[in-house]
């Protein structure tokens, strides 16, 4: 089983009509990076599990119910009476999306420790605000050291919101305090980049193999994705795509390419070789493709995917 920890948000996302002033009407639009990535592993068919706290609000409930009919487990997830997190996303000519995040007070950032995970559990994924917005961010590492040590097959996607971190350089050190419990790390290279201090991806990624991780993989928009490892260096082309727009793009790379790990009972990317790789990047970037052709974070279901 994938267990995801993380923040479930609503992305507030410009819609086609216009209001006050110019200003587009904004559509809510259910997300948060973990959030997505345990809908599209699940959607493609991977048994998977939602960690968090999601607020009792009308939101709140909407979250729940999508996460169960898009058949994830949502025994882990706790409740809260706090509000929603929202995000408030603006959208370039491109159709890349940027955030204002309300955070204060919600409920996904007080989640508790639960304990060790479920025996079943062979997957934990971790990233986004859960890493940064305490308390919930110690809670989150607390798990990840803890189902390290025990063996599970770790992933993290730093997915990194800048304004959200008040001290780059202390939260750069705490990523690298992670890596030596994080086997596959997945990040853009726009996020690379940020996190080695504006030095090149690669060399970051290779960097930071030394440091513990096993594979590296960088998402490079629609120039494809590529792989990392002490062993291989594998890169994919983007497959064909009508953008609508970015959003949810990223969270369905990670979520496909973790049902893909599940499917093959990968318990270790160290055994994958290179033909491996080329065909999980593959895999990833075609469900990519469908999510970024819909509007909103709406990863495709495994019939999709023939």
């Known amino acids: 089983m994938i267990v995801v920890g993380g923040e479930a948000l609503v992305d507030l996302v410009p819609g086609k009509s216009e209001v006050d002033g110019g200003l587009r009407a904004l559509e809510p639009r259910l997300g948060g990076g973990p959030y997505n990535v345990a809908l599209a592993a699940a959607r493609l068919g991977a048994p998977t599990a939602f960690l968090s706290r999601i607020s009792g609000d009308r939101f709140g409930q909407a979250l729940r119910q999508r996460l169960t009919d898009s058949g994830v487990d949502i025994s882990m997830v706790q409740g809260g009476d706090e509000p929603t997190t929202l995000a408030v996303v603006a959208l370039d000519e491109h159709g890349s999306a940027s955030y204002t995040f309300y955070t204060e007070g919600t409920a996904d ?3 508790a420790d639960p304990g060790p995970l479920p025996a079943e559990a062979s997957v934990l994924c ?6 940064v917005l305490e308390p919930g961010a110690t809670t989150y590492e607390t798990i990840l050291r803890r189902e ?3 063996g599970v097959l770790t992933a ?3 997915n990194i919101r800048a304004d959200l971190i008040p001290d780059a350089d202390a939260y750069r050190e705490r990523f690298l305090s992670w890596l030596a419990d994080v086997r596959l790390l997945k990040l853009s290279v726009e996020d ?3 996190l080695a201090g ?4 690669v060399t970051a990624a290779k960097g930071w193999l030394d440091a513990g991780v096993d594979a590296v993989v960088l998402t490079q928009g629609a120039d494809g994705i590529a792989v990392h490892t002490a062993a291989h260096e594998v890169f994919v082309p983007s497959a064909p795509a009508h953008l609508v727009d970015t959003i949810g793009a990223g969270d369905t790379v990670q979520g496909a390419l973790l049902a893909w790990l599940h499917e093959r009972n990968v318990g270790a990317v160290t055994q994958l070789g290179a033909a491996d790789w080329e065909a999980a990047l593959g895999y ?3 469900a990519a493709a469908i999510t970024v052709s819909r509007s909103g974070a709406e990863p495709p279901r ?3 995917m023939v």
């Open 126 to 131: 971790l990233g986004t605000l859960g890493m």
């Open 284 to 286: 990833a970037a075609r």
């Open 156 to 158: 993290l996607d730093p």
């Open 198 to 201: 504006g030095a090149d991806p």
């Open 148 to 150: 390290a040590e025990r």
């Open 192 to 194: 690379a980049a940020w």
């Open 109 to 111: 950032r007080l989640v």
């Open 302 to 304: 495994a019939a999709e």
